[in-house]
């Protein structure tokens, strides 16, 4: 699927499309020298030969350009029909941990299997999975997505999925740094605000991405501020960032959450909201569901602070898969994808 031999640099912005084809200005979008990346949402999916196609073209349009979606399990599955598997959410798995742990592991390896397996099939050459936040009960957004409150849990469910995904031949994102689990605020439409102690939000909830070490590729931080270690939320600052690169070791990826999500409104318009992301530490800013924002952000970012990431731009390579996907045809007659998709079906 991917055209790699071609491919220059990938930039720091990862933008959406409008449709389930790409019109000229998706294509004018996605070959500016400062995108390196395209999400997918559920308005771009029609049926699964609707979606290769979509995919296919991207990558015409941009060798090398990384294709990602939002695609967790239970209600954050974009593609959902025409013979995707139906994930169960994460917290299924927590509570399958909590009888028996060896089939919780099995189960989360077969999930992330079959998830990176059906999507690789189609272009898509990443989701942004899994969630790595706690789950206390209290937050709507996050509720049943993720694992389980203990972070021991959630690192040994999170590492079982990423095996899966690597054995499909995926990368992973672990999200939301440090924890988006606590606060009961959705940032898609409101600032959360997370006042504890920042030693126990560094303990508890952070602890995943510390334990995780190298099977981790990527990290995107939440649009949330933790006023007791920094006033700027975590994926615009550095404080926070650093703590993950230099306190943690974490050498992947780390993406910025929407800017268009009003979590990101405290740090000024879109094209500021990037040059404090990028700055702080961002290796990839993400703006979606706003067309226009987009143009304003490839036409506003500083091309200085864009370009200065050469280390960005090896990270955000080392995410496209490297080698050739299994075709949907072939996948469905392969026996380790059958039994994968017959254990996840019986998790439900």
């Known amino acids: ?115 990176a397996a059906e999507l690789r099939a189609c272009g898509v050459d990443l989701s942004f999975t899994p969630v790595l936040d706690l789950d206390y009960g209290e937050s709507g957004v996050i509720g049943d997505r993720a694992f389980h ?78 006023p007791a270690f920094d006033k700027h939320p975590a994926g615009f600052s550095r404080k926070w960032l650093s703590l993950l690169r230099k306190d943690m070791g974490f050498e992947g990826v780390i993406f910025s959450d929407d800017l268009s999500m009003e979590g990101a409104s405290v740090a000024g318009n879109v094209v500021q909201g990037a040059h404090a992301a990028l700055k702080a530490g961002c290796d990839m800013v993400l703006i979606c569901n706003a067309p226009d924002k987009a143009d304003q952000l490839l036409e506003g970012l500083d091309a200085s602070v864009a370009i200065s990431a050469e280390r960005s731009a090896a990270r955000l390579a080392g995410l496209v898969p490297a080698a050739a996907a299994i075709d949907w045809d072939a996948l469905q007659k392969n026996p380790e994808y059958k039994a994968a998709k017959k254990l996840v079906l019986s998790l439900s």
Not at 96 to 115: M, N, P
Not at 156 to 179: D, E, Q
Not at 190 to 201: K, N
Request: charged content about 20%; aromatic content about 6%; some cysteine.
């Open 149 to 226: 409150r203990d972070p021991r849990v959630v690192t040994m469910l999170a590492k079982s999925v990423n095996h899966g995904l690597a054995l499909a031949g995926m990368a992973n994102c672990g999200k939301h740094f440090p924890g988006h689990g606590f606060v009961k605020a959705d940032s898609h439409i409101e600032i959360p605000v997370d006042e504890r102690d920042p030693a126990e939000i560094i303990k508890e909830d952070a602890a995943p991405y510390d334990w995780l070490g190298m099977s981790l590729a990527a990290v995107m931080p939440a649009h949330v501020i933790y």
């Open 1 to 115: 699927m991917n055209q790699q031999t071609t491919a220059a640099p990938l930039g720091p912005v990862m933008l959406d499309v409008v449709g389930t084809t790409l019109a000229a200005d998706d294509v004018r979008r996605i070959r500016h020298p400062l995108t390196g990346g395209v999400i997918l949402f559920a308005r771009n999916y029609k049926d699964r030969a609707q979606l290769t196609a979509l995919c296919t073209a991207i990558h015409v349009a941009r060798p090398g350009v990384l294709i990602a979606v939002d695609h967790e399990g239970g209600r954050v599955q974009r593609f959902r029909t025409d013979g995707f598997t139906r994930l169960p959410a994460m917290r299924l798995l927590g509570q399958l941990w909590d009888r028996d742990v060896l089939a919780a592991s099995k189960a989360a390896t077969a999930l992330g299997y079959v998830l």
